[in-house]
């Protein structure tokens, strides 16, 4: 157990469904702390470098015109091993497969616009938050 921070970002069709507030109890809920919060458009240089490591992958232009067509929320989610505890919440990446109860079953439509965006490594956190709050 490790207490941990994580980068997390409410995608723009969640926003523009007006899934925020609920988004934000589940987070409360599981005890996790929210240490910074914004709503914003991303750019188009923040969403390639969040999103480098899929730069060869077919829907990568896809994905990024996605997560710029609007406002995201952005948040520093800090706790004990919020990571893990913030990846479970979310469900699977395919809204499909995951489990009903978690943000994404419960409010996913598509792999694309899966409602939901979670730091997965403590390596990635320090990289995302750094990128999307311009901290170290
Ligand atoms: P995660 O967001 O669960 O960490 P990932 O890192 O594999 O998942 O992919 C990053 C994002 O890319 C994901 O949230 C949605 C999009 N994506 C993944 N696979 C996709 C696919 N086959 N088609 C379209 N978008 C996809
Ligand atoms: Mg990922």
Known sequence: MALERTYIMIKPNAVAERHVGDIIARIERTGLSIERMELAVLTEEQAEANYAEHVEKPFFRE???????????????????????????????????????????????????????????????????????GEE
Request: glycine share 10%; hydrophobic share 45%.
């Open 63 to 133: 994905l990024v015109d996605f997560i710029t067509s609007g406002p995201v929320v952005k948040m520093v989610v800090s706790g004990e091993s919020a990571i893990k505890k913030m990846r479970t919440l979310m469900g699977a990446t395919n809204p499909i497969d995951a489990a009903p109860g978690t943000i994404r079953g419960d409010f996913g439509l598509d792999v694309a616009a899966n409602v939901i965006h979670g730091s997965d490594s403590p390596e990635a956190a320090e990289r995302e938050i750094a990128l999307f709050f």
